[in-house]
């Protein structure tokens, strides 16, 4: 049985810091110019992917060890000294004293994520029935830019003007070390896209997107199921994921399986 406690918290927060360093690391290396970078303070991972990207914040921060106000100096002024906001995603597993600490220094909570878990054993259940001529599968090293296009997609029809970024972002991502981009197709065209990255154990599911016309078939089930069973054929023993509280993924992933873990706070300084 595993509890949601700190050590729960410790290896989530970790795989997470593990699989966005990992994207900063594949930008760093697949664009230079970016100045993408990270860095480890107190134990949480702070990462610049650029100012407007959703990694460029910290994950992780005081649940290795207790945070002080010489850990937020160095991490304010890694990203105040690349002209970027500063954000750290907070477990409520922390110790109580970092609610104090970032209320004194001007920060604020912005954005609530529930994070999500499930033991992965050698039987994963199918979930509901498929189309026949809907398939799942991993990509080919040649098929990153056909991954991204689909993703992007997805996401433009949601948040009008993220098309082009979400399209280079999709392409960064499905280029990292510890990737694991899938399709969805039916009858053989792409509809829909998950990731999977893998970390020993551990693997942390995200990427989930669908075109418009492929939605209410049944994709991203499929893409679920089949993620974590390869996950499980890995030898992963813990699969995790986020979603915003009472959200249709939450809800997905519940049916499959995972269970609450705790809601996260992201803060902001405005101080």
């Not at 664009?31 to 303070?41: L, Y």
């Not at 922390?94 to 999500?116: N, V």
């Amino acid at each position: 049985m595993i509890y949601s406690d700190l050590e729960l918290a410790q290896r989530l927060e970790r795989t997470e810091a593990r699989a966005n360093s990992d994207f900063v690391k594949t930008r760093a290396r697949l664009e230079p110019e970016s100045g993408a970078a990270w860095i480890e303070v107190g134990g949480a991972y702070a990462m610049f992917d650029g100012a407007e990207s959703p990694l460029t914040q910290t994950f992780g921060l005081g649940i290795f060890e207790e945070a002080t106000r010489e850990h937020l100096d160095e991490l304010e002024t890694f990203f105040e000294d690349r002209e970027s906001p500063v954000f750290h995603e907070v477990s409520p597993m922390a110790d109580p004293s970092i609610l104090t600490l970032l209320g004194e220094r001007g920060y604020r909570p912005i954005e609530l994520t529930t994070m999500l878990y499930r033991e992965l054993g050698s039987e994963i259940a199918e979930g509901r029935s498929r189309a026949p001529e809907l398939t799942t599968r991993g990509i080919s090293d040649d098929e990153a830019d056909l991954w991204a296009q689909t993703s992007a997609s997805g996401w433009a029809t949601e948040h009008e003007g993220l098309a082009d970024f979400m399209l280079n972002f999709g392409r960064i991502s499905a280029r990292c070390d510890g990737a694991f981009p899938y399709l969805a197709e039916l009858a053989g065209r792409p509809i829909a896209t998950g990731m999977l990255f893998i970390y020993g154990e551990m693997c942390i599911l995200a990427g989930a997107s669908t075109i418009p016309e492929g939605r209410n078939r049944g994709a991203q089930n499929a893409l679920l199921t089949d993620r974590l069973r390869f996950a499980a054929f890995r030898g992963c023993k813990l699969a995790m994921m986020g979603a915003a509280p009472g959200s249709q993924s939450q809800k997905n992933a519940q049916k499959n399986g995972f269970r609450v873990a705790y809601t996260r706070i992201k803060w902001q300084l405005f101080g």
